[in-house]
């Protein structure tokens, strides 16, 4: 059997994957068959891979598939060689030498990708194992991820880091042809936030002015449409500039604009907040109206309003980060009444103050009404808490998922820490990202009172309260923290609750997230901002929807699942058995009335104990007339 001449005539021959080449290549070498396996295939896309003998299988018939392929298109003198090593041993013994000339002469047999391949097809198992948790399981759709993302797409995907996406870019784009979609161009940027930051100047109003829109801190405005004076005084100052001393050392808009953020420096979500509303404004007043912002006048302003419930397609795009190029005011999904109506007050409000400093006359915005809004009965959308069944499954889940010593451990601890912040404490997503350990303090027992931990936040308006910490929580937050190399017990002087595990080798990430030595090099700095968190919450509740055994409809209510439906959660199953004041100060609820909303989302059970008991009153009443 062994000396049998090999067939010369074989069928059309497979196609075979950049992965399975190298993995031929190893196989040649005398790799062992379990490490072939182990580096370059994935069990759950490669079933051939699934044993040795499988795998040996599916080598050798790659191999007899690319000899007949090098015999039938290759030169002479390898075909030669070729039939005399089959002659000899019963099939053609490659070296990597010989392997190399017969891949260059079977070309025909190499597959071509396309949008619907899965990435395990493409790339090595570790590869795609990541790519695929993050909701990322084709080529196409990394495509898609790349050019949503931007520049910093592989920021979002744990342990890919830079060199490897950029590798990973350029692949897509040398085989665009075959996808039929490409990587746009600044996805090639290597690391944007190391990058100096380009100033971009706005131009009048005309043609396109799309590219040209940037956030406030790249913005540098033409002398005409400053709001100041020009060079040597000619003349372009606002016409709703005030005369007279001005208390701000302003020389144009953007200095007083400036000013007027900087009163929020130290309450980072309103100074998000109006940021996006101030920068929104400008950059229409600049690109559409052609006008300073100190020009504005109540017509600029009722045109404004009109525009913030349809933006033009311009000024909108998805969600980016601010320094790509692709940033856009606006997403595509518009502003929602409520969102209108707080942008026009916010902006009132700051025309208020640069009036009340004397940088402008008067504010036109006092003349403009509120968006029209429908007072809902509800304001909080509190029937995305989920049931309590669920809950307490997904808690398990996620627990058992933690106990694993396999690659996504880590960060299964991290995240249930994460979902336990919230859905234990009720702690808001931003509330749960900025918890520090020294926040956190030992109760000891008082009298019938148990020893319990409890938690320090500074909540919305700069309010601070203290929320409890539950025992499963304590319990999460220990093992992450054993993962970061620290013990939750014996804590440094400062550091975050919950921190991301694996830290860019970037000089921005790294100035970031600052060293402390003490003894020993140790990771606390920072831990996660408000969106990196929400990832992480996002991240393992995408996963618990496609791994956990759950009903469709279950299902339909976690692919609308967001972070703070956690919150809403522990608010409406504790209002079933605790004290309403009790849940009122751990949620920071100014008032009780918002908290009693939380009472109503148990209406379901309501109904459903009625219908029991109608129905137990309509068999007594047949009974009694019979």
Do not use: H, M
């Given at each position: 059997m062994a000396n049998r001449p090999q067939q010369l005539t074989l069928p059309p021959p497979r196609s075979y994957t950049r992965t399975d080449f190298t993995a031929l290549r190893a196989f040649v070498q005398r790799v062992p068959l379990p490490t072939i396996a182990r580096l370059y295939f994935d069990p759950d896309t490669a079933p051939h891979a699934a044993g040795a003998d499988a795998l040996e299988r599916y080598l050798r018939t790659m191999r007899d598939d690319l000899v007949q392929l090098a015999l039938l298109h290759g030169s002479s003198v390898l075909a030669d060689h070729l039939k005399a090593s089959i002659r000899n041993h019963g099939s053609a013994k490659l070296t990597a030498v010989t392997l190399r000339m017969v891949e260059q002469a079977s070309r025909l047999a190499a597959a071509t990708p396309v949008a619907a391949h899965p990435v395990g097809l493409w790339f090595r198992p570790l590869v795609a194992r990541r790519l695929v948790e993050e909701g990322i399981p084709?080529?196409?759709?990394?495509?898609?991820?790349?050019?949503?993302?931007?520049?910093?797409?592989?920021?979002?995907?744990?342990r890919i880091g830079v060199l490897r996406a950029q590798v990973l870019v350029a692949w897509l784009r040398r085989h665009a042809g075959t996808l039929g979609v490409t990587v746009t161009d600044d996805v090639g940027l290597a690391d944007p936030l190391e990058a100096p930051a380009a100033r971009v100047a706005l131009l009048p109003a005309g043609a396109d002015r799309a590219s040209e829109l940037a956030p406030l801190e790249r913005v540098a405005l033409p002398h005409a449409l400053s709001g100041g004076e020009g060079p040597q005084g000619n003349g372009t100052r606002g016409i709703n500039r005030a005369p007279g001393l001005c208390y701000l050392q302003a020389q144009h808009d953007l200095d007083a604009v400036r000013a007027w953020l900087h009163r929020y420096r130290d309450r980072p979500q309103a100074l998000r907040a109006y940021t996006r509303e101030v920068e929104r404004l400008l950059l229409w007043?600049?690109?559409?109206?052609?006008?300073?912002?100190?020009?504005l006048t109540v017509d600029d302003c009722e045109a404004y309003k009109d525009f913030l419930a349809v933006p033009s397609a311009a000024f909108t795009g998805p969600r980016t980060r601010r320094d790509s190029p692709r940033w856009r005011p606006f997403t595509p999904d518009?502003?929602?009444?409520?969102?209108q109506r707080y942008a026009v007050r916010a902006l009132r409000a700051a025309f208020d103050w640069l009036v009340d400093v004397h940088y402008l006359a008067g504010n036109p915005w006092q003349a403009v009404s509120d968006p029209v809004t429908v007072t809902r009965a509800h304001a909080m959308r509190i029937e995305r808490a989920l049931p309590l069944d669920l809950w307490a499954r997904m808690r398990r889940f996620a627990e058992d998922c933690g106990?694993?010593?396999?690659?996504?451990?880590?960060?299964?601890?991290?995240?249930?820490?994460?979902?336990?912040?919230m859905g234990d404490s009720g702690l808001r997503n931003t509330e749960a990202a900025l918890a520090r350990r020294e926040q956190l303090r030992y109760v000891p027992p008082d009298s019938e009172v148990p020893p319990s931990w409890e938690l320090e936040v500074v909540g919305k308006g700069r309010k601070q309260r203290i929320v409890p910490v539950s025992g499963a929580c304590l319990e999460a937050l220990s093992a992450h923290w054993r993962d970061r190399g620290l013990d939750l017990a014996a804590p440094p002087p400062s550091a975050p609750l919950v921190a991301p595990l694996v830290i860019p080798a970037t000089v921005a990430a790294q100035r970031r997230h600052a060293y402390a030595r003490d003894g020993q090099e140790q990771k606390v700095g920072v831990g996660y901002s408000g969106n990196g968190f929400r990832e992480l919450v996002n991240w393992a509740v995408r996963q618990i929807r496609t791994q956990m055994d759950l009903t469709e409809d279950e299902r339909r209510r976690l692919a609308s699942t967001t972070p703070h439906a956690f919150r809403h959660t522990f608010g409406t199953q504790a209002a079933v058995d605790v004290p309403l004041d009790v849940v009122q100060q751990v949620l920071g609820h100014a008032s009780l009335q918002t908290t009693t909303i939380y009472v109503q989302a148990e209406r379901k059970r309501v109904r459903r104990e009625l219908a029991g008991y109608y129905q137990r009153m309509t068999g007594a009443d047949a009974s009694r007339s019979e």
């Open positions: 084709t080529l196409g759709a990394l495509v898609d991820f790349c050019n949503r993302r931007g520049g910093s797409w592989w920021r979002a995907v744990p007043a600049v690109t559409v109206r052609g006008t300073a912002l100190s020009s518009g502003l929602s009444p409520d969102s106990a694993s010593s396999g690659p996504t451990g880590p960060r299964w601890r991290a995240a249930r820490a994460a979902l336990l912040l």
